[in-house]
């Protein structure tokens, strides 16, 4: 038989997979601003970030809101409590977003630096570790987490890759590339803190299945 | 009369406040560190922030356990999921401190750049922003959380003058410097970002003080 409160956390899943596809989205569009330097798809990114920290405070409310009104025990209450978190994650992820849309206004009218083949490779493995996160948290796949989690060393080994050729090979070498050099730099990092966002998310998600698991498993427990 | 659950939300406040004192020692010490060019005190906050980690998980394991246990509703409710939120804020507020010793790492050995003169003075900014908003949360001080607020743009001032400074100054007139400029400005970005996190602290204060007023008055919403 379906609980009432089944219904409504279905919405909540809605909700964060919503939020999912608006923090995904913006992540994409500020690279394509990047990539064809695009002054105006910048702006809609930074424009467009007002309606997700709407969303989020809405989420928020929910979720207070289903705590006060069914009282969940234990597997819901730690669902509803997950899910403000990932709300809260996805929300600054968009707000990165707005940070490689502002780098981005600074660079779109300077000369191209460098082809920037590795940002666009940072970006792929941030978009699908923010899309694997949500699904395992939809899920509750302990795997899939786990995966999200292994990815985060190439997104910093990708990271740190970027910011070495970027100060050796280019801010070093000459000097007139620092303001230029600085942007890119700093827009490799935004992308790496993405993804420390949805390895945030995934360590919630594996901590709200196994807290789970303990508890209907004492002897696991130790 | 105290209820027993208000023992526990005073316990709340108590953990609240020694993650809040955890996070701003890590801070302190990691500028000391960068300082001092004192390598140990920079591996101390980088060891310690384990514990930090465990007292996290911990105080989160409190308040679903407060929430399952005591059904609480509206404002307590609220207290508790901002409490979270903000016990979230401190682990990474803690996390950057983590970061800022590990750039004073590559910093040590290598010849100092600069006196770090406005450095200092955006910790103290820091510094301070963390310590009144954990006040404005334990208080449910709404003008002190927005005083919190109001310190968030000079704290980005400070952030843009020292960037504008180690590009311009260092990095563009001898290239030679780009390596530890580069290491500079990501500290200076790390103690803006901590400035973030204890704006995202006031404003769930507001949020939690003011949902709370609207509920009591609902003549207030519109």
New interface residues.
């Given amino acids: 038989m379906e609980r009432h409160v089944d219904q409504e956390l279905k919405e909540l899943k809605e909700d964060i997979l919503k939020m999912g596809a608006l923090a995904e989205e913006a992540i994409f569009k500020s690279v394509e601003a990047l990539k064809n330097r695009d002054r105006e798809m910048a702006k809609s990114v930074i424009d467009h970030d007002v309606a997700i920290d709407k969303l989020e405070?809405d989420v928020d409310?929910k979720?207070?809101d289903l705590?006060?009104r069914y009282?969940p025990?234990?597997r819901d209450?730690?669902f509803i409590?997950t899910g403000?978190?990932i709300n809260?994650e996805l929300e600054r992820i968009a707000d990165i977003a707005v940070d490689i849309a502002q780098r981005t206004l600074e660079l779109v009218d300077k000369p191209i630096l460098k082809p920037l083949i590795d940002i666009p490779k940072l970006t792929t493995i941030a978009q699908n570790m923010v899309k694997m996160s949500i699904d395992a948290f939809v899920k509750g796949d302990i795997l899939l987490a786990k995966k999200v989690l292994l990815s985060d060393s190439e997104a910093n080994q990708f990271r740190d890759v970027i910011?070495r050729e970027l100060?050796?090979d280019y801010?070093?070498?000459?000097?007139?590339t620092?303001?230029r050099a600085?942007q890119l730099?700093?827009i490799a990092?935004f992308l790496e803190r993405i993804c420390d966002h949805a390895t945030n998310i995934a360590e919630d998600v594996i901590?709200m299945v196994q807290?789970e698991v303990v508890r209907h498993h004492p002897e696991k427990l130790k």
């Fill in positions: 405070l409310e979720c207070i705590i006060a009282q025990m234990a209450l730690r409590t403000m978190k809260a910011q100060i050796e801010m070093v070498k000459d000097a007139s620092a303001p600085v730099l700093l990092r901590y807290a």
